[in-house]
């Protein structure tokens, strides 16, 4: 069967139909959502004023604290405080020690190079300890590439760079934590408002599958927006934690977010039962019924989402009779009837968030502490468990130390102005995966290319100093307002900034030949990234998709575990809320771990990559299934209790065989005698039994 035929079976994406609905479409896009012109002013005054103060004091020196404050600017992650200043002062002071003492070493000539290598592979490292970490690191190796440009002529001029170095960092430090201080709450309310704008998205897309019948439609919606909705979750519970670790538990808009980030995933819960219902008993009337629902249920949601990220409800009132209003819908269905139910939830989670209030019931399941590990215990732990040959991190930093070594001699031989920006390149463009070093090696070409155009006509159009510096200041808003939207914009437009830096360092040079030089060295930059993850330790993403196909089943096992338990009154909510959002984590990295390979050479994979798309959809609909259960639970008779005890640990021991490389050993048991409860466990069984024939099939063909 063709892969690309598969997939659009499975998904009927029609290639952007959908936002991540085909995991074989590079993530290259512009989400306009993140563009801060606000950081992009700041960070522009922060290069300006000591670009302003160097021409006035006719000091050219200065321009190395220019560059300082942008890097520092460009290393700030942004949330809360007590995230940005770690980042901020390890970079000021690690990019001053590595400015100057790598400086130092450039006099030694190409015996610098070992040690480079050595500092490149523990800045490559950083990226263990999470996003900020990496990039510090990053920026690091860049001001390592810089230093080693040309020695410093005597220790006074070296000590005077440490200094410049430092101060600038400490002015932009200043400028973005003191004197111009973003609302420190806001990076919270924009994180739990995006999981409100994605399950308006996952509403107003449900109603557009709900006429079809079509199952590859209703698998390609949830793969796009059950991810997308599980994301936005997870990156706002660790701002919201981060947050609480700042600001304590007692402080009441910690407090808020945190109430508001449960009720939308119990929203989010609701709407995945309701899919599956709709799915698997839904009349026309009962459609109907649903559409109209989420016809509302869409816009408010959006409503919600504008109102939490501008920390004001303009009318309260009108919003909760908009609430109130999602009952009339469900006029002609029974109150027993799960869709009646499952509206009725959702609308009540929807007057928590609206007045941020905690209702008998809703029990959130972040600790409102914001207790974390000590720091000893967050160093070593991620240290000690990537210190293994089979570590994709250890491998992506021994490979970016080993490729620099080259590319740093050919530096050192040409001792030319341009050469450091294909060592730069290619160190920032190599990541762990090929498919991700492919990505950014697209963005970082095609942005240079169009940067570099730019800056061919800025330089045809701009003479003296001044003119040159006055350019600065737009350039550098625009490129750091989009720093978080699209990074090929990105690059495009810091390309420009960088060309005018340097020509304001390098009197009498061309603007279209650095351009050129960039460019050209960027392109070779991006091409041995490339060959290097290709020759050095290739570890292709095919190898590792069963391994997550494997947690994912498991981690399936669990919540149907937990659910039933639920059912027969065996269990709690905590532990089931816990068992959910596992399985839900563990679906998302089989997806990403699936786009990963779909952008790699398949080299014979291609069925195993349809037997795991496959297992995919089916442990989605598996788990819609169990949450459809959980919410509209039934009353179990005597001899029903015995038989979903039955069923709960048949499908806890099939999918752990199925993950240990089984066979099934057992049949499902048999229907209990409640039709409903009879019908969700028989559809649960047609998924393992999906499952457990895909996967007969690979190992057919090992």
Known sequence: MDLRATLTNLGD???GALP??????LPIALDLRAISIAEGVRAALAV???VALSGWLAWPG???AALAALFTCMCDPGGPVSRRVPALLSFTLLGAVVFCGFGFLRAVGYAAIPFACLAIFAFSMARIYGQAAQQVGALATVVLVLALDRPWPDAAAAFSGFALFVAGGLWAVLLTLVIWRLHPYRPTRRAVAETYRALALLAADLRRVLAREDAALWDAHARAHRRAVR???????????TTLRQRGAQSPRGAQSLIRLEAAEQIFAALIALDETLQSTATPARREAASRLLRRLAPLLATLAVAIVRDRIAAPARLARAITALAAPMAGITAEDPLARISAGIADRLRVALTVTLPAGLSPGTQADGTKPPLIARIRGPLSANLTPGSAPLRHAARAALVAAPALAITFRENGTYQHWLTITLILTMQPYFALTLQRALERIAGTVAGGFLASLLALALH?????ASALFPLTIAAMAVRMASFGLY???LTPLIVLLSELGHAGVSGLEIAFMRALYTLLGGLLALAGV???????EPERVRGELTTALRAHARYAETILALLLAEGDDPRAEAARRAAGIASNNLEASLARALHEPHRGQRERLEIALLADAALRRLAGRLVAMRLAPVSLAAGDRATLAAWREWIGQALDALAAGATLSAPAPAAPADPALAEALGRIARQIDLIAGALERERRMA
């Not at 994301?231 to 934690?241: C, F, K, P």
């Not at 003296?464 to 040159?468: E, H, M, R, V």
């Not at 290709?534 to 292709?540: F, I, T």
């Open 13 to 15: 994406f029609r290639f």
């Open 491 to 493: 690059i495009t437009l």
């Open 231 to 241: 994301d936005a979750i997870e990156q706002a519970r660790d701002v919201v934690l």
């Open 62 to 64: 200065l321009m190395q």
């Open 534 to 540: 290709v020759v050095l330790w290739p570890s292709w």
């Open 48 to 50: 300006a004023v000591i």
């Open 464 to 468: 003296s100093p001044w003119q040159l």
């Open 20 to 25: 991540g609905a085909d995991l074989s479409r």
